[in-house]
């Protein structure tokens, strides 16, 4: 893990264009060593209406995304703070400041490719964004991972052990809440909301934590570039929560569909996503 991430400090040093072509060189390696299959399963559930050929095109393009995102670490972790920013555009940060400071936000952030950018930018914006992580079984690796993530203002870190005290008293002190929502965690606290059109587990924290704290939800997708990464607020979402756990998850999941059919190869379709199924119904992988 250490030469890894001396690896990625010597990323640091290279051009955009020389660490973009290594990345997509090494997301070409991963494409055949990776998790293709899962990849081509998502793709083929979602995407039906494409051809065999233009699924694997699109596979291909995750790997090449996510090896280039991979290595772009290194300027984003290790480069002097305005040299990473640099690399960092944004776009309509008006949807934002009309509500930081007045009521909770929580950013909503799906699992593009760019996550990590966006959420450099938003820390480095915005000093009183926090956000949850995983604890990482490689304890150089989950020290490595903090010191990044908190370089941008000190940013605020809750683990997923911790649970939701810490985010629901953090929103309640007006904080930004940087918000990965679409992971498979199984069944609890999920209802089954319409994905590209397969039932799929979906947790419902964010309409609970927008009843509890009264926060605003406003989209935050980041998109890579040739150049670097381009972080876009969206306006913030009207009538959120409904009252309705099972149409609130629907709702969110037809805005990230809509957004990665946007841009389909920068979205984590190596995940599984559809792990959880409903009662009865066999595993896709």
């Given at each position: 893990m250490r030469f890894a991430l001396f690896i990625l400090w010597l990323m640091r040093w290279l051009p955009a264009a020389w660490v973009g072509a290594i990345g997509r060189g090494l997301?070409?390696?991963?494409?055949?060593?990776?998790?293709?299959?899962v990849t081509l399963i998502n793709l083929a559930k979602c995407m039906p209406e494409k051809t065999d050929a233009e699924r694997e095109a699109i596979a291909r393009g995750v790997f090449q995304s996510l090896g280039r995102s991979t290595?772009?670490?290194?300027?984003?972790?290790?480069?002097?703070?305005?040299?990473?920013?640099?690399?960092?555009?944004?776009?309509?940060?008006?949807?934002?400041?009309?509500?930081?400071?007045?009521?909770?936000v929580i950013l909503l952030a799906p699992?593009?490719?760019?996550?990590?950018?966006?959420?450099?930018?938003?820390?480095?914006?915005?000093?009183?964004?926090?956000?949850?992580?995983?604890?990482?079984?490689?304890?150089?690796?989950?020290?490595?991972?903090?010191?990044?993530?908190?370089?941008?203002?000190?940013?605020?870190?809750?683990?997923?052990?911790?649970?939701?005290?810490?985010?629901?008293?953090?929103?309640?002190e007006k904080k930004l809440f940087?918000?990965?929502?679409?992971?498979?965690?199984?069944?609890?606290?999920?209802?089954?909301?319409?994905?590209?059109?397969?039932?799929?587990?979906?947790?419902?924290a964010l309409s609970r934590l927008c009843s509890i704290t009264g926060a605003k939800v406003i989209p935050l997708i980041t998109r890579q570039t040739e150049t670097g990464y381009e972080a876009r607020y969206y306006p913030a979402w009207d009538n959120f929560p409904s009252g309705d756990d099972q149409a609130d998850a629907n709702h969110m999941n037809a805005f990230i569909e809509a957004r990665?059919?946007?841009?389909?190869?920068?979205?984590?379709?190596?995940?599984?996503?559809?792990?959880?199924r409903p009662p009865g119904e066999k595993s896709f992988y």
């Open positions: 997301g070409n390696l991963l494409f055949h060593w990776g998790r293709k299959r290595l772009d670490l290194g300027h984003q972790w290790y480069a002097p703070i305005p040299e990473a920013m640099s690399r960092i555009t944004v776009v309509d940060r008006h949807y934002m400041d009309e509500w930081v400071g007045k009521v909770p699992h593009f490719v760019g996550l990590d950018a966006g959420g450099a930018r938003a820390s480095y914006d915005y000093p009183t964004v926090f956000s949850m992580y995983s604890t990482q079984k490689n304890k150089v690796f989950d020290r490595a991972l903090r010191r990044a993530r908190q370089r941008w203002n000190g940013a605020e870190l809750v683990t997923r052990q911790q649970g939701l005290r810490p985010v629901l008293r953090a929103l309640k940087y918000y990965l929502p679409d992971m498979d965690f199984g069944a609890k606290d999920a209802v089954f909301a319409d994905f590209f059109g397969v039932k799929t587990a979906t947790v419902t990665i059919r946007e841009m389909p190869e920068q979205y984590f379709w190596v995940h599984k996503r559809f792990k959880t």
